[in-house]
């Protein structure tokens, strides 16, 4: 168990939906990672929120938005849903250290399947 | 763009037998090199991770040896056994990509390893 966890488990919905994707950090992480995991893309990061503020995005669409709240869980927000949206999404977290401390712990994931 | 090669897609390895994956990367700024264990329905979890000035990291069973001019690295698993099947990642991070604190992971495709008894 990484600490990280995720809600739901999974979530099937159809498309043109709007579904939001639930991440609580492991204690004391200030930083959490979005991940989206299909299986022809593989893992793609998509966006990083540092102590509630934006720090860096990735391959994120326009369509999905997420935000990290004062007690540090991170909401991920997936509007307009495509059957292409279907995939994995996974959160990690990690500790702002000195440089070297560079490990991410993953939460177990959110199953998406949009019909 | 794939910035990190994972080969083999899928390995078929006998309990006992050395299992090998390879990763190549083009990014000469990548400076952290993190190998991730995936079992089915779980999250990846960090394995060994090894930084670019050292040529080789061994934990247990499972040594990184790291080539900085040819841009590869490779995961050894020495011994392997059937509880070892599961997909790997290998990784690369710029640590100080968008200001320090990001540290996003860059993922090859993955190997999917079999240890057969």
């Known amino acids: 168990d990484s600490g990280v966890t995720q809600t739901p488990k999974h979530l099937i919905t159809a498309t043109g939906q709007r579904v939001t994707l639930r991440c609580s950090p492991r204690s004391g992480d200030l930083s959490v990672y979005w991940y989206q995991q299909s299986l022809d893309q593989g893992l793609q990061f998509l966006i990083q929120?540092?102590?509630?503020?934006?720090?860096a995005k990735g391959n994120i669409l326009e369509r999905f938005s997420a935000q990290q709240f004062p007690d540090l869980h991170s909401e991920l927000n997936l509007s307009s849903l495509e059957l292409g949206d279907s995939a994995l999404y996974f959160c990690?977290?990690?500790?702002?250290?000195?440089?070297?401390?560079?490990?991410?712990?993953f939460g177990p994931g959110t199953r998406l399947t949009v019909t | 763009q794939q910035q990190v090669k994972q080969s083999p897609q899928s390995l078929i390895v006998q309990k006992g037998g050395i299992s090998i994956i390879n990763c190549a990367y083009e990014n000469t700024a990548f400076d952290y090199f993190p190998w991730y264990q995936q079992f089915p329905g779980k999250g990846p979890a960090l394995l060994i991770a090894?930084?670019?000035?050292?040529s080789e990291k061994k934990e247990g069973r499972f040594t990184i040896s790291f080539n900085k001019s040819a841009k590869q690295f490779s995961l050894h698993i020495m011994d392997s056994q059937p509880g070892d099947s599961a997909t790997y990642f290998c990784?690369?991070?710029?640590?100080?990509?968008?200001?320090?604190?990001?540290?996003?992971?860059?993922f090859g495709k993955g190997t999917k390893l079999s240890v057969i008894p």
């Open positions: 929120y540092y102590n509630g503020e934006e720090r």
């Open positions: 090894i930084r670019p000035d050292v």
């Open positions: 990784a690369a991070i710029e640590s100080m990509l968008s200001g320090a604190g990001s540290y996003q992971l860059t």
């Open positions: 990690a977290s990690s500790v702002f250290r000195d440089p070297g401390a560079y490990e991410q712990y």
